[in-house]
């Protein structure tokens, strides 16, 4: 599976950006896709996951309410809608993907960036 990020940039605080990561090769594999950031200096964090087939989402506390996670089966496609964005979200946005429900992620893709500026 080959996962390619997209959509990242600058933008104000307080507005909005939406990323895309489009899967390829085995995707009916996939049972979860995930997003994850790493900010300067900073581990990893998880964001926001999708179910493949459900849809169940989840996502940390502090996007909670201005992010949503969505996906598009037919274009094996997981965007995440960032909106009422602040300085604190600017990082390194990965998308990932795993065949399990629950568990650690198989595939991870090359990340974009996402400037947030005050």
């Known amino acids: 599976v080959q996962l390619q990020a997209s959509g990242g940039g600058l933008v104000q605080a307080g507005g909005s950006l939406r990323l895309s990561c489009a899967a390829s090769?085995?995707?009916?594999?996939?049972?979860?896709m995930g997003w994850f950031r790493q900010a300067p200096g900073k581990e990893r964090e998880f964001v926001a996951s999708?179910?493949?087939?459900?849809?169940?989402?989840y996502y940390a506390d502090f996007v909670k309410g201005r992010f949503t996670i969505s996906r598009d089966n037919a274009k094996s496609t997981v965007y995440l809608q960032m909106n009422s964005v602040k300085p604190d979200d600017t990082a390194v946005y990965f998308c990932?993907?795993?065949?399990?429900?629950?568990?650690?992620?198989?595939?991870w893709g090359q990340g974009t960036q996402v400037t947030v500026s005050s």
């Open positions: 990932a993907a795993s065949r399990n429900a629950l568990g650690s992620y198989d595939y």
């Open positions: 090769g085995r995707t009916s594999s996939n049972s979860r």
């Open positions: 999708i179910n493949w087939s459900a849809g169940t989402t």
